[in-house]
């Protein structure tokens, strides 16, 4: 038996199709190691930033399913994504496969940018090892990552608020909206007027409002006056005088065609002409991609194969004409990018339509008209301009621009990016116009947009801020987290992510500049392409850092909004008061806090904080004794009243009320712990039941438990629907869902009933 593994389980059945037997084709699912959760134990940086890798939550039963069909296999080869990510989840396949002594077959890396027939059996015929350079490099961006992000969090909960992250890429692109959000605050408006008259074409002179019958036109003055006696005067001699064309100016024009598209160019498209989200454009890419619709949709290069660009043009002459082809070739904007690589384009060119979904096909769609029209010939234009003044005294030129297609070209594509023709009448220099109406509009000057998802894009790229493949990522995190709020396609910073960027900016802006963003990516591309050491590289970077780190955290000072409005006074001691954080967002705090705790909201309400109980916290009170302890206060919360530690959330002491704990306790004995009782909880997304010996056992199942033990994995078994009364608490056990089948439970997979 042979075994091929691949990321994706519908990658997996589309390959498997193709090889019609020859191979048993399994995924990974993704990634199965990466660095553990709690930093202590995540890098050995001693012994020269040694990453301790452990199987990702969850996929226990992948690598159990992998090794044991690695025992019985006689060739494996891995097949995972044509990038550095791909490559190093190849890397991490092969060292838990080494490890099992069982597994004697020969393991190698094989890779394709698109899965077709003939690329699949191509690329099965050319094995490689696996390319240790992309892994260091890979490895590099994941501790560099992780070592950033630790730290500066670190140091955001201590002096901005507990919770919040930074990141090595994330924080630069924060960064470059906070810019633009500050241009836009500082911006002063200024009055201005625009001026147009619409004219009637006469060969004829005549007085200003004498219809002649002509054609009709609208012109421009080229002056926008900041002066309403300039418009006036304009105006009044505009309507006075006789008008005539002045000049006429023609030029015939070549329009190119675009390159095709790369990961960036494709998000920004799109963002603008199908309203997706990055993300979303990922997404709906790598379903293309796993059906064999379209090549491997991350990629920074602007290449066709030769076999495609023939292709292409042989399609061209069948479906517009021989005129209409012709070959291009386009160079890459990234330095860095990766020229063996492809565009993104349909594998079958000649399938014009592809897709399950809506989605789908419009995207694939667009991908195959960029892709087409890449190949077409030049579209011709003619730019016409005409200029018309009065017949006597000073006065501004008003003018108008059409423009008129003479030979269509790669714009009978690419159709998203034609535009309108503009027709204008047909005139020559010295003919009269007749001033049908004249008039002024007053209007004020704009600051600059907020970015859109797919400027920020552009920008990101444009300053050599992270890679294509990672820019969605860096768009949801920053959603995620809650720094960036989206208004239809508008980008802008909340409160949070402008303290969090302002902190940053204040106290690290080394280390989220564009130079040192840009110049920390040129490093990790010398790693993967052999010319730079990983030990070195982070050795260089973090010493330094952690350095920065230490003194800021001595120095810097606790980051706050600026000082409240001098009438708003603490309602405690009658102090100033100073623009806080809260996840709640803003609000008013006592300038002597912590000695005065007094609070207002912005809208200037009185804030009651938590008021003492009288009592230690039995927790961490009885550890640190009463000087060091947490006080038990009462405090509000969305499910009502309770009670907790003062110092949460350094301590998360909850006192629990005797009667609600009475009431919300089952007599049913956790099988974890085998010490607490399941009891009822209120979270998030609901109630659920939990271990009352809580946090020491952390034990929890969605629904009430039965009594009940389930008999093929002796877990809970809890209360399910009207269709299946009771069922397993374990989402992995047959009993969680009856209606799997056997091959459901083996590959893992959630039940779509």
Not at 465 to 478: F, V
Not at 494 to 517: P, R
Request: hydrophobic share 30%; net charge positive; proline share 5%.
């Amino acid at each position: 038996m042979k075994l091929l593994i691949v990321e994706s389980p519908s990658k997996a059945k589309t390959i498997e199709k193709y090889l019609d037997g020859a191979f048993t084709v399994r995924a990974s699912v993704g990634h199965i190691r990466d660095l553990p959760k709690s930093n202590k134990d995540a890098i050995d940086i001693p012994a020269g930033f040694v990453p301790r890798y452990e199987i990702s939550k969850g996929k226990e039963k992948v690598v159990h399913e992998l090794t044991a069909l690695g025992e019985r296999a006689t060739e494996i080869m891995l097949a995972t994504d044509p990038d550095h990510e791909g490559e190093a989840i190849s890397w991490h396949l092969k060292e838990l496969l080494d490890a099992d002594k069982k597994i004697k077959a020969k393991i190698q890396r094989v890779t394709f940018h698109e899965i077709t027939k003939e690329a699949v059996e191509e690329a099965l015929k050319n094995p490689r090892d696996i390319d240790q350079d992309l892994v260091k490099a890979q490895e590099a961006r994941r501790v560099l990552d992780r070592l950033v992000g630790y730290d500066l969090s670190g140091i955001i909960w201590k002096k901005v608020r507990y919770g919040l992250s930074a990141g090595r890429v994330q924080s630069p692109a924060l960064r470059i909206i906070m810019e633009r959000e500050r241009e836009i605050r500082a911006f002063i408006p200024e009055q201005y007027w625009t001026i147009e008259g619409l004219f009637e074409t006469n060969k004829k002179p005549a007085r200003p409002h004498e219809g002649a019958g002509g054609d009709k036109i609208t012109l421009s003055c080229v002056e926008e006056p900041r002066d309403k006696k300039l418009v006036d005067k304009i105006l009044e001699l505009g309507k006075r005088e006789l008008w005539f064309i002045k000049d006429l100016k023609t030029s015939e024009q070549k329009r190119q065609p675009r390159a095709p598209f790369t990961t960036s160019t494709l998000q920004q498209t799109a963002s603008t002409r199908l309203g997706f989200s990055p993300s979303r454009t990922m997404q709906v890419a790598q379903k293309l991609y796993e059906a064999g619709f379209i090549t491997y949709m991350r990629t920074d290069s602007t290449n066709l194969s030769i076999v495609a660009q023939n292709q292409i043009l042989a399609l061209v002459e069948k479906k517009y004409g021989k005129e209409y082809a012709e070959k291009h070739f386009y160079k890459a904007k990234s330095k860095n990018a990766q020229e063996a690589h492809e565009a993104i384009r349909p594998t079958h060119v000649e399938q014009m339509n592809a897709g399950i979904n809506d989605e789908q096909k419009r995207l694939y769609q667009l991908i195959w008209e960029r892709v087409v029209s890449s190949q077409m010939s030049d579209a011709k234009l003619l730019k016409t301009k005409i200029i018309a003044n009065i017949k006597e005294g000073e006065f501004p030129d008003f003018t108008a621009n059409g423009s008129r297609v003479l030979f269509p070209g790669w714009l009978i594509c690419d159709t998203g990016a034609r535009g309108e023709d503009v027709e204008l009448p047909e005139v020559k220099v010295g003919d009269s116009l007749n001033l049908l109406e004249l008039n002024s509009t007053e209007k004020a000057t704009e600051p600059p947009n907020r970015y859109t998802e797919a400027g920020l894009v552009k920008e990101l790229e444009a300053r050599d801020i992270g890679r294509p493949s990672t820019y969605a990522s860096i768009m949801k995190t920053l959603e995620d987290r809650g720094y960036v709020g989206k208004v239809g396609k508008t980008l802008f910073p909340t409160d949070t992510g402008d303290v969090v960027s302002s902190f940053l900016e204040n106290n690290f802006a080394e280390y989220i500049s564009d130079t040192f963003t840009a110049e920390m990516e040129d490093e990790l591309d010398d790693i993967a392409n052999g010319k730079r050491e990983y030990v070195k590289t982070l050795k260089d970077f973090y010493i330094p850092f952690q350095k920065d780190v230490k003194e800021k955290d001595k120095l810097a000072k606790t980051n706050n909004m600026g000082e409240a409005p001098a009438d708003i006074l603490c309602p405690v001691c009658g102090s100033n008061m100073i623009v806080k954080l809260s996840r709640g967002g803003k609000f008013y705090s006592c300038s002597k806090y912590p000695d005065c705790t007094g609070a207002r909201t912005i809208e200037g309400k009185i804030l009651e904080g938590p008021k003492e109980t009288g009592e230690m916290c039995p927790l961490c009170g009885e550890k640190k004794g009463k000087s060091g302890g947490g006080k038990l206060v009462v405090r509000e919360g969305k499910f009502g009243t309770f009670i907790s530690c003062s110092r949460y959330p350094k301590c998360k002491f909850i006192k629990q009320d005797e009667e609600e704990t009475k009431r919300k306790m089952t007599d049913i004995t956790c099988p974890i712990c085998k010490v607490g009782k399941m009891m009822e909880r209120r979270g998030r997304f609901g109630i659920f039941y939990s271990c009352s010996n809580y946090p020491d056992c952390k034990n929890t199942i969605k629904a009430k438990p039965t009594g009940n033990i389930c008999d093929l994995c002796g877990s809970l078994m809890m209360e399910g629907t009207k269709t299946i009364p009771e069922r397993c608490s374990n989402k992995m056990c047959r009993n969680h869902n009856p209606h799997k089948t056997g091959e459901d439970i083996k590959n893992n997979k959630k039940s779509k009933n």
